[in-house]
């Protein structure tokens, strides 16, 4: 299991697979064909397909094949203050397959201070060695210079990333200010990137945190008490208003209460281009547990957001993403043993933060969802990985079964039931957070890179076999409706005289709003000619200034501009072109 | 104008002996209407109803077929403020004759202490100004510029001592006035403490300011660069803001300046979830919109200039009155703050130094009527809730003002439904030279005003008295606001949960890195709210274990919470007792 050199050349060379009589599902459509692999891809689909003597093939008996889940956002081997979390990529990403999740997403951290790309070549050579299945990388945005800006544009057009994370809580820390976020999301809505959000407010959290440690609640609970969903809501709003703003899509990680998930939905219908991802704890579990007397056990729930204690939650957030509103579904997976969260066991605030999830992505949305009839098939399957692989820019090479797709498939067995236990995971930690739930819906055969991973319930997985996935900017998913209101969002001057009558005095002190001293690039658009020549001033007010609207105003709308309604149909100045 | 010079404290009434019946008239209240007679004396109701027993050689006012009206309260003005050097057109004098021309009888001013100076100071200025100038009742509003902790004692100096019972912060003008979410937080804290009512000037300062120097940046240096650079967005998200630090202080907000639908919408819901949240739309936002930005004529252009702007969406404000109506917005103003258009001209050639504000003390009332009761959205005892009895109640100011009963202050208008004038700056009683009003054909307007039992409008004539104008005290904790406020206090008490001290392994961090939350910085004395016993550990039962299985594990709900539902019945972690 050594590190075995660069892995963007697949090492698949003969491997030819048949799937016999499953029922394909996609996104869009279900429907019974065979598949033929060869070479980690798919080469034919079709009935009474004409294969190769000697290929190896696997009786579907009319179980579904879905493409491979893609777990977009996880947090395998994340360093922490000196020690790293327990799941490497080796066995994050076998706990993946396990699952049914053929492609993972990992989040690069770099220190606030240090060079992005040294982080993302480090998380690359990390990777490269232990991962078992496919993955890309998001990199985190923690601090923001110039210096920063050059190397967010080497990564996305050299480096294949087209996602980057920013912080709205850890105060002091990762934290960004609004001017901040302002100019990133400008930066990359130019550059064709996806701007993720953290999105809760650092400031009240801080405020709360101390009040809470006075009041001498050191336990788990001061975590959620410290963080209430408000709060989460509240920088979702803003995340919002900045993104529509900037004209830029965004991406809200971690959707784990009901009032932010709503704020996502709302600014849907108004025509914002913001996609929502709840995880597998928020989808599964609810945040009582951090009430429970076993201090590691309520540790182990310790996650940013946090868990609503909500116990309707789940179910709330399951409907949401059924219905289109919340789009994607991640696991956030970032585990720490207990010793590890021990760290905090006199301070809640410095518990290390993350939950397990990766392994019980797919069945628990499938128990929750599909079983409960919330969504069908094809549903289970835009949410797992099409809509994924959409957002990153992978479609179709991801997300669907196809000729010409990668060979990533599952077998996905409606009937199987788990028990969820930490005693079984193939996930490093002590706990699990669905310790003993009972789950519907499991893969019975996972194809990898044209290879089968699991079989049997057996594990057959190649430590440094997964390859990087570049992903390039601009994915049409996001960017097709943003290209098309950027060409509208001109905005024009009043062509008037200049103003020639007095003017008062006045002392240049306080007031005038100072604009921001960040010296930053800003879109240059389309400079208005002035016509000086042309001027409506007059200071008698009868000129102008009859009964009813003034002459010049006659128009209510004045002729410079046009008032484009976002879909949604609210009015909404940001469209005046 | 000001002939008249200061005439020491106006605390004490100088009306002895002024006695008036009001004979036929419909008195109309916030709760019913009915005929009757009311005897005035010495600046007091004393008798209501029919036959009244009067003193001989009263003057007798005829209302037969008209309303009595409790006199407006206009919470909202800012007569003779400084800006750079700069003092707004209007002065005590000048504002409070138009005030009373239009049918108010009460007006509350803004104090605008510079950043850097002290809160009583600023204060006492303004209690100078307006004690020499003022010809109706005022009473003083402190906004905060700035935030340390010294600020504390004044604003308890000020609650205490001087009778403010509300104070204002600004989200916007960022670098000049505009505080942080944390300093939000503890002044929220502070003013909750005290007992009055937090007011907010929501727009996001840090989103604008990027905003102005992108629209500059693009040539635009008119006053429709005002409007573009402040999206309603960017108010409707200070809203959102401002309601989340106002629920996680238990601190009652005053939105002031409402303008935009979504600013209004987010009010709404947040009224709907039980927050304790007033707004304030203004004459402006109710009775006009922003399409005359881009007037070509810069002087009227740049006279509709106000923060946040009006809305460039003309269906705004229908939308404003009917929420106004439906009581979603409960108060207004008229956010009165006028300049002549050589003072505008300061910002000739650039939006951002134009001084903002507009007018609408004198048309408030008549506006309302126009829009809201000819149109049937309201009746005209919501007319009198909206126009005085709820800032009233909400200032604690009622029933001495906002009510026609007995002992209450004798501050009537005799209003006439029928009556129609156009609004215009050749008629109007301003010191400028537009208004924004102008042309409006306005159906209802005062016949008679009196005002501290004296007649200053008859017949169209006004009869004001410069400087006859009291001081009026409000007291803290106003029972309309802090009620519910006080009764959620009790219920938020928190608990931390005991267990057993975590005795198992714990990881050893290195101190290098710390993605620790460092609390904030500024010693505030956080809330002290009942100091929630200290959890008492028993170190004798320890509930760990490091098998996934637990004690408690089948219950839902640990028993040490409690999850109180809100009005409104969102689950809200705030309130779990």
């Given at each position: ?140 945005i ?7 800006k050059?190397?967010v544009e080497?990564?996305l057009k050299?480096?294949?990333?087209n996602s980057f994370q920013v912080?709205m ?9 609004n001017s901040e976020l302002y100019e990133i999301f400008t930066f990359l809505g130019e550059m064709g990137g996806i701007v993720q959000v953290?999105a ?35 920088a979702v709003f803003r995340a919002i208003t900045i993104a529509s703003q900037t004209n830029c899509p965004l991406y809200i990680t ?8 709503d704020i996502i939905s709302q600014a849907r219908k108004k025509g914002n281009v913001v996609f929502g991802e ?46 289109g509103d919340l789009n994607v ?58 809509n994924a692989a959409k957002i990153l820019n992978?479609y ?75 992903c390039s900017p601009f994915p049409d998913f996001a960017y097709k409706r943003v290209k098309a209101r950027k060409q509208l969002a001109v905005i024009r001057a009043v ?21 921001a001293?960040?010296?930053r690039t800003s879109p240059t658009k389309q400079i208005p ?27 209510i709308r004045p002729g410079g501009r046009r008032i484009v309604v976002p879909p949604g149909g609210r009015s909404n100045i940001t469209s005046l072109s | ?202 727009e996001n300062?840090d989103i604008i300011a990027e905003e102005q120097k992108r629209i500059l940046e693009l040539g635009i240096?008119?006053?429709e660069g005002h409007v573009l650079s402040r999206p309603e967005e960017v108010e409707a998200e200070a809203?959102n ?19 935009s639908k979504s600013a209004?919408d987010v ?22 919109d922003g399409t005359?930005y881009w ?13 946040p702007p009006?809305s460039p969406d003309p269906t705004t ?261």
């Amino acid at each position: 299991m050594s590190y075995q050199g660069k892995k963007n050349i697949p090492k698949i060379t003969s491997d030819r697979l048949l799937v016999k009589g499953g029922r394909i599902v996609n996104d869009d459509q279900s429907f019974y064909a065979d598949i033929y692999m060869e070479d980690g891809l798919i080469k034919q689909i079709g009935d009474n397909l004409i294969v190769p003597g000697g290929v190896k093939t696997i009786e579907a008996n009319g179980k579904m094949v879905i493409p491979g889940g893609i777990d977009i956002h996880t947090h395998f081997q994340m360093p922490y203050r000196g020690t790293t979390t327990v799941d490497d990529f080796n066995q994050g990403s076998k706990a993946a397959l396990a699952g049914g999740t053929t492609m993972i997403v990992d989040h690069v951290i770099p220190e606030p201070g240090c060079s992005l790309l040294e982080a993302f070549d480090r998380w690359r050579e990390w990777a490269d060695e232990k991962a078992c299945c496919d993955y890309s990388l998001h990199v985190d945005i923690t601090h923001w210079n110039d210096s920063v800006k050059q190397e967010v544009e080497t990564l996305l057009k050299e480096k294949g990333v087209n996602s980057f994370q920013v912080y709205m809580a850890y105060k002091d820390f990762y934290q960004m200010s609004n001017s901040e976020l302002y100019e990133i999301f400008t930066f990359l809505g130019e550059m064709g990137g996806i701007v993720q959000v953290h999105a809760e407010n650092g400031e009240i959290i801080a405020e709360e945190q101390t009040r809470m440690l006075e009041m001498g609640i050191t336990g788990p609970e001061g975590h959620v008490l410290s963080r209430p969903e408000e709060l989460e809501a509240e920088a979702v709003f803003r995340a919002i208003t900045i993104a529509s703003q900037t004209n830029c899509p965004l991406y809200i990680t971690r959707v784990m209460s009901k009032s932010a998930a709503d704020i996502i939905s709302q600014a849907r219908k108004k025509g914002n281009v913001v996609f929502g991802e709840p995880i597998t704890a928020s989808l599964g579990t609810d945040g009582t547990h951090y009430w429970s007397k076993n201090w590691a056990k309520a540790a182990s729930f310790v996650t940013s957001p946090p868990l609503s204690p909500d116990p309707t939650t789940p179910d709330y957030l399951n409907t949401l993403l059924a219905s289109g509103d919340l789009n994607v579904a991640g696991s956030a997976h970032c585990t720490f043993s207990v010793a590890q969260k021990a760290i905090g066991k006199d301070d809640f605030t410095q518990i290390p933060e993350g939950v397990n999830g990766v392994e019980e992505r797919m069945s628990l949305i499938w128990d929750k969802a599909v079983v409960t009839g919330k969504m069908d098939e094809n549903m289970f399957v835009a949410v797992t990985s099409t809509n994924a692989a959409k957002i990153l820019n992978l479609y179709p090479r991801k997300g669907r079964i196809a000729v010409g797709c990668d060979s990533d498939l599952v077998i996905w067995d409606s009937d199987a039931v788990r028990t969820v236990t930490a005693k079984t995971h193939n996930s490093a930690a002590e706990y699990n957070i669905f310790e003993g739930m009972e789950l519907r819906g499991a893969p019975m055969v996972v194809i990898c890179q044209g290879k089968i991973v699991l079989e049997d319930g057996n594990l057959h997985t190649v430590s440094g076999s997964g390859r990087f996935l570049p992903c390039s900017p601009f994915p049409d998913f996001a960017y097709k409706r943003v290209k098309a209101r950027k060409q509208l969002a001109v905005i024009r001057a009043v062509p008037r005289g200049m103003y020639d009558g007095p003017v008062a005095e006045f002392t240049p002190m306080s007031r005038g709003a100072t604009p921001a001293s960040s010296a930053r690039t800003s879109p240059t658009k389309q400079i208005p000619v002035r016509n000086l020549h042309h001027s409506g001033f007059s200071l008698a007010s009868s000129q102008v200034m009859q009964h009813g609207p003034p002459a010049d105003d006659n128009p209510i709308r004045p002729g410079g501009r046009r008032i484009v309604v976002p879909p949604g149909g609210r009015s909404n100045i940001t469209s005046l072109s | 104008m000001s002939g008249i010079g200061y005439q020491g404290k106006k605390n004490i009434p100088r009306i002895t002996s002024d006695r008036l019946l009001i004979k036929g008239g419909k008195i109309v209240n916030d709760d019913q209407s009915f005929l009757a007679d009311i005897y005035i004396e010495d600046g007091v109701i004393k008798q209501i109803g029919e036959n009244l027993i009067v003193p001989g050689g009263v003057k007798i006012i005829d209302a037969h077929g008209r309303m009595v009206i409790p006199g407006g309260i206009d919470v909202h003005t800012r007569f003779q403020m400084p800006d750079r050097g700069m003092t707004s057109a209007d002065d005590f004098y000048q504002g409070t004759r138009a005030a009373l021309a239009g049918g108010t009888t009460m007006i509350i001013d803004h104090v605008v202490p510079e950043p850097g100076s002290s809160l009583v100071a600023a204060f006492n200025q303004w209690r100078e100004w307006a004690d020499g100038k003022s010809c109706c009742d005022y009473s003083l509003h402190v906004d905060i510029t700035e935030w340390h902790k010294g600020l504390q004692e004044e604003m308890e100096a000020l609650v205490k001592d001087h009778g403010v019972n509300s104070f204002l912060i600004y989200l916007a003008y960022k670098d000049v006035f505009q505080i942080s979410d944390a300093q939000m937080y503890e002044v929220f804290s502070v003013i909750r403490d005290l007992g009055a009512i937090a007011q907010v000037h929501a727009e996001n300062g840090d989103i604008i300011a990027e905003e102005q120097k992108r629209i500059l940046e693009l040539g635009i240096t008119g006053p429709e660069g005002h409007v573009l650079s402040r999206p309603e967005e960017v108010e409707a998200e200070a809203v959102n803001r401002a309601i989340t630090v106002a629920n996680q202080t238990n601190c009652p907000l005053y939105v002031t300046k409402v303008m935009s639908k979504s600013a209004a919408d987010v009010i709404a819901q947040a009224r709907k979830k039980g927050t304790v949240v007033y707004g304030e739309p203004i004459s402006a936002s109710l009775g006009t919109d922003g399409t005359h930005y881009w007037s070509k004529n810069w002087a009227k252009a740049a006279a509709f200039i106000t923060s946040p702007p009006l809305s460039p969406d003309p269906t705004t404000p229908d939308y404003l009155n009917s929420l106004l109506a439906c009581g979603d917005l409960q108060v207004t103003g008229s956010a009165h703050c006028t300049f002549n258009t050589a003072q505008r001209a300061v910002g000739k050639d650039d939006f951002s130094l134009i001084p903002e504000g507009t007018n609408g003390t004198e048309e408030r009332m008549s506006l309302i009527w126009d829009k809201c009761v000819v149109t049937g959205k309201m009746d005209e005892n919501q007319f009198v809730s909206v126009t005085s009895t709820n800032a009233a109640k909400i200032f604690n100011l009622y029933p001495r003002k906002g009510r026609i009963a007995v002992g209450s202050d004798a501050d009537l208008v005799l209003w006439d439904p029928d009556i129609t004038k156009i609004i215009s700056a050749k008629s109007h009683n301003l010191a400028v030279e537009y208004n924004i009003f102008e042309g409006l054909e306005v159906r209802g307007g005062p016949l008679v005003v009196i005002s501290q039992g004296k007649m200053v409008l008859e017949e169209g004539t006004l009869h004001v008295t410069e400087g006859s104008g009291r001081y009026v005290v409000r007291k803290p904790f106003p029972d309309n606001v802090y009620k519910r406020i006080k009764a959620r206090s009790r219920l938020a008490e928190l608990r931390g949960v005991p267990r057993g001290l975590y005795d198992g392994p714990v990881c050893e961090v290195t101190a290098v890195t710390p993605k620790v939350m460092t609390p904030v910085t500024s010693k505030k004395s956080s809330p002290v709210k009942l100091s929630a016993a200290q959890p008492v550990r028993n170190l004798h039962q320890s509930g760990f274990s490091l098998s996934g299985a637990q004690v408690d594990d089948n219950l839902p709900r640990r028993t040490t919470q409690r999850i109180v539902a809100p009005p409104g019945g969102r689950a809200n972690i705030t309130s779990l007792g």
